[in-house]
């Protein structure tokens, strides 16, 4: 009879191990704050192979937007099983829009019109570069979202960042590209100065070294701004999405280079708590 009970508490045991081995194998979860599905005219990948993409890499949830905001509705309109979305209005009827949709009235009728689907989040990502961000219209779109409790997802140098907030305090933004290459010194002071502003990560040069290795200066804004950062594939070029695992991983690679509690902040947690997510 002992031998029999002590055969099974060693069974559990062993069964209870494998399990817990099983968990720490798995990848950490990523939300892809930074996701475009651009339909011009149509997507270059269909929506089963995207929504594939997601569950093979162990994305659970993304910011959506596209160009035009066809694609963004397909993904909100999927309802995939274990997929969070975040819908953004995206400004942008056609690519030319890009140089131009700040100072064009009709663009700003556009994000209205959108915004009456009644389930966005944000608008963007939108592009901006110095003063042009001092545009009348520009002013009215952060007011817009101000008023209507939405992010701003911004492509934008730190001047133009700067304007954005002085155009309406209140403003929430999600700093695409966290400055590309600006210095860590700079990004500090932002961070520093700006508590409503968000670095996503897509693009950041200087994160890790030529062996992959997360840089003091990074290390050191992650453990000071655990809260503050997001990662995002930027899926603009069908090229994205076919390096999209490769992204992916790349991410994951420097991640598990931080604790455990940032690492799960930064992949997933932040994003989660700005959306008021479930965990």
């Not at 209005?89 to 829009?97: F, H, K, L, M, T």
């Not at 947690?269 to 479930?278: D, P, R, S, T, W």
Request: aromatic share 12%; hydrophobic share 45%; proline share 5%.
């Amino acid at each position: 009879m002992r031998t029999a009970l002590r055969c099974i508490v060693i069974l559990i045991a062993l069964a209870w191990t494998a399990g817990t081995r099983a968990v720490a194998a798995e990848p950490i979860e990523i939300f892809d704050a930074h996701l475009h599905y651009n339909w011009e005219p149509k997507p270059y990948y269909q929506l089963d192979e995207v929504l594939a993409l997601f569950k093979k890499h162990r994305v659970t949830g993304i910011l959506a937007t596209s160009r035009p905001n066809s694609g963004t509705h397909a993904l909100v309109d999927a309802k995939a099983d274990g997929l969070q979305v975040v819908p953004f209005i995206r400004p942008y009827r056609v690519r030319s829009d890009i140089q131009s949709w700040f100072g064009d009235p009709v663009i700003f009728d556009l994000v209205q019109d959108e915004f009456k689907r009644g389930y966005y989040r944000g608008i963007g990502e939108f592009h901006l570069s110095g003063k042009s961000a001092e545009n009348e219209w520009v002013k009215k779109t952060v007011d817009f979202a101000v008023a209507n409790d939405l992010y701003l997802h911004a492509h934008a140098d730190d001047e133009a960042v700067e304007i954005l907030m002085r155009h309406n305090p209140k403003a929430r933004i999600i700093w695409a590209h966290t400055g590309f290459g600006l210095s860590t010194d700079r990004v500090t002071a932002m961070l520093s100065k700006y508590p409503k502003l968000w670095g996503e990560l897509s693009y950041r040069s200087g994160i890790t070294d030529g062996a992959g290795k997360l840089t003091p200066e990074w290390r050191t804004l992650f453990e000071r701004y655990p809260d503050r950062f997001l990662i995002g594939s930027d899926t603009w070029v069908p090229e994205r999405w076919a390096s999209y695992g490769e992204i992916m991983a790349g991410y994951r690679a420097w991640l598990a280079q931080l604790s455990p509690k940032i690492a799960a902040q930064i992949a997933n947690g932040n994003a989660k708590a700005l959306f008021a997510l479930a965990p």
